[in-house]
């Protein structure tokens, strides 16, 4: 991708918004926590929703997960995944969002991850931890 010529030149180092998105990952933390060594949350919170929206992130991760997988001689495509699945407590605010799990006995969401045979990450699903195990896998096996 070509860099923009014209317009207002960037103030924002990309890698320190990057760098503040794995943090809130890593953490948890909420967005108006972070640390004041990182840009502002707004400007983070601005860049994580525009790489997110445009798939860039994953994009990102397929790139390094191919790169990974051929340097241990692996064929940069996966051809086995392994899934696992996890609930979760919730909190007041993602109450809207959660379910009751009755296998595990947990009010909250469910979380699916997809692994390659490496264990780099392919996809992940999070959901009310009412929904099914097969009905998640069913409805985007196609």
């Known amino acids: ?19 503040a998105i ?7 933390c909420p967005w108006r926590y972070l640390p004041k060594d990182f840009p502002s949350y707004h400007l983070v919170n601005y860049y994580y929703n ?6 860039l992130l994953e994009q990102i991760n397929a790139a390094l ?4 997988r051929e340097k241990v001689g692996r064929n940069p495509d ?3 995944a392994i899934i ?6 919730g909190t007041p605010e993602s109450s809207i969002d959660s379910g009751f799990d009755g296998g595990k006995l947990v009010k ?7 692994v390659d045979t490496v264990g ?14 097969s009905d998640k896998a069913h409805s985007n096996s196609s």
């Open 120 to 133: 780099c990450l392919i996809v992940v699903w999070v959901h009310a931890a009412n929904s099914l195990n």
């Open 50 to 55: 525009k790489w997110t929206h445009s798939g």
């Open 22 to 28: 794995f943090y809130l990952n890593k953490t948890g």
């Open 65 to 68: 997960r191919a790169r990974l």
């Open 1 to 19: 991708m070509e860099p923009y010529k014209t317009g207002r030149r960037r103030e924002s180092n990309l890698r320190e918004i990057l760098n």
């Open 84 to 89: 696992d699945s996890q609930s979760v407590k």
């Open 108 to 114: 909250g969401r469910k979380r699916h991850i997809v």
């Open 78 to 80: 996966p051809s086995g």
